[in-house]
């Protein structure tokens, strides 16, 4: 057996289920987001993070200096797809573990991997900006579902993110990218309507939340000297339907998927099954 193999059967295959209650998927489906404490185990984020870290400080290479870098760009380190990149952390990303609870928070049959995405926060990084993830994706469902996952514990000041209870009931609200004028035209709208804002603060490492595409939400800047080290992984309801691209972004983003055009169901090779009860 070489080295690989070996390091394949040691990770945790985090095929178990955490069991949610009735009362936690009523508040995720009303709300659009909520948090999970320990949705991965302390062990298994050790097995895994070192690898996810390892293709993050690769790619930082590519980065300009912090200073050098628009408001989206100093947000954070941004890698996607890591689950085609590697075979130890496709184990990661497409854990039915995982894949099993956005299911049943959006009390669907089935769901797809749509992306997956580590997002390092660098020490001195600025905040994200208030917006709706759904804005870059065409996809013409209300079922879709990003996880949030710490590698490393986060204190008050640099997590969670801040969420709109019931934002995601709204749907497409704004076409604005993330960006400086996004942050400023929502937030003066959820100051307007006297929205409620939620953030969970400190998480331990393997601790996520889970919140809906349409729901808004932004993150602070990292005031520390430490990297905030967040494993994202993005979920659509199995039998999901192409939107019709209506902004650049959409245009740009459904190009990844190529033979994909509005009213098909998305069904993709970088969009495998990864749960069905």
């Not at 945790?12 to 999970?36: F, K, M, N």
């Not at 749907?171 to 942050?183: F, T």
Request: hydrophobic fraction near 35%; aromatic fraction near 10%.
């Amino acid at each position: 057996m070489n080295m690989n193999q070996d390091a394949k059967r040691q990770l945790p295959d985090l095929r178990d289920s955490y069991e949610l209650t009735a009362e936690q998927i009523t508040d995720y489906q009303r709300d659009g987001h909520i948090l999970l404490r320990q949705a991965a185990a302390s062990n298994e984020i050790a097995a895994y993070r070192p690898l996810i870290d390892g293709f993050v400080q690769e790619h930082a290479k590519q980065y300009a200096p912090i200073d050098k870098r628009d408001t989206y760009g100093k947000a954070f380190i941004q890698v996607g797809n890591l689950w085609r990149r590697s075979e130890e952390l496709r184990r990661f990303v497409l854990a039915r573990r995982f894949a099993k609870l956005a299911a049943d928070l959006m009390g669907v049959d089935g769901v797809r991997i749509y992306q997956d995405q580590a997002l390092f926060k660098e020490p001195g990084g600025g905040h994200t900006p208030w917006h709706q993830d759904q804005t870059y994706w065409p996809l013409e469902t209300p079922h879709t579902i990003t996880m949030w996952m710490p590698l490393t514990d986060i204190p008050d000041s640099v997590g969670s993110m801040t969420f709109v209870p019931g934002s995601h009931l709204k749907g497409y609200m704004s076409r604005m990218a993330i960006s400086d004028e996004s942050h400023k035209t929502l937030g003066e709208y959820i100051e307007k309507k006297a929205m409620r804002k939620i953030s969970y603060g400190a998480m331990k490492a393997g601790d996520a939340t889970f919140h809906a595409g349409w729901t808004l939400h932004c993150a602070p800047g990292n005031p520390t000297n430490a990297m905030r080290e967040i494993m994202t992984v993005i979920y659509i309801a199995d039998g999901s339907v192409v939107a019709e691209p209506d902004s650049n972004a959409r245009r740009n983003e459904l190009k990844i998927y190529p033979n994909l055009k509005a009213g098909d169901v998305f069904d993709h090779e970088l969009t495998p099954l990864v749960f069905k009860r």
